[in-house]
């Protein structure tokens, strides 16, 4: 069976062009608040960094929507994992270019 711990906090979309997503989450007693780029129906864009990263370390994701007839076509980049060390496990031993 598998079980997830519950993170408390809240995601929410500001509505309309230049609106944001907010995620607010509490950590040990204290609200941080992060501010995302959300341009719809264009492209959501929001900073990432895994536990074991260094502190001052964060990549950024951007997922973009592209109307395709009736389908959307979603594409995402994941940028600055060559920021992240070789060994790290968030690598799984990749190297920086992939040819």
Same mark, same amino acid.
């Given at each position: 069976? +598998?079980?997830?711990? *519950?993170? *408390?906090?809240?995601?929410?979309? &500001? =509505?309309?062009?230049?609106?944001? /997503? ?17 341009? *719809?129906?264009?492209?959501?864009? +929001?900073?990432?960094?895994? $536990?074991?990263? =260094?502190?001052? /370390?964060?990549? %950024?994701? &951007? ?6 007839? %009736? ?14 060390? $070789? %060994?790290? $496990?968030?690598?799984?031993?990749? *190297?920086?270019?992939?040819?």
């Amino acid at each position: 069976m +598998f079980q997830t711990t *519950p993170r *408390p906090g809240r995601l929410s979309f &500001e =509505p309309g062009e230049g609106g944001r /997503l907010i995620e607010t989450a509490r950590r040990q007693g204290l609200r941080d608040r992060a501010d995302r780029v959300w341009e *719809p129906p264009r492209r959501l864009v +929001f900073s990432w960094r895994q $536990a074991s990263f =260094p502190l001052d /370390l964060q990549t %950024e994701v &951007e997922v973009g929507f592209e109307a395709t007839g %009736e389908e959307t076509r979603v594409s995402i980049e994941h940028r600055g994992f060559d920021q992240v060390p $070789a %060994e790290n $496990a968030a690598r799984h031993h990749f *190297p920086d270019q992939i040819c």
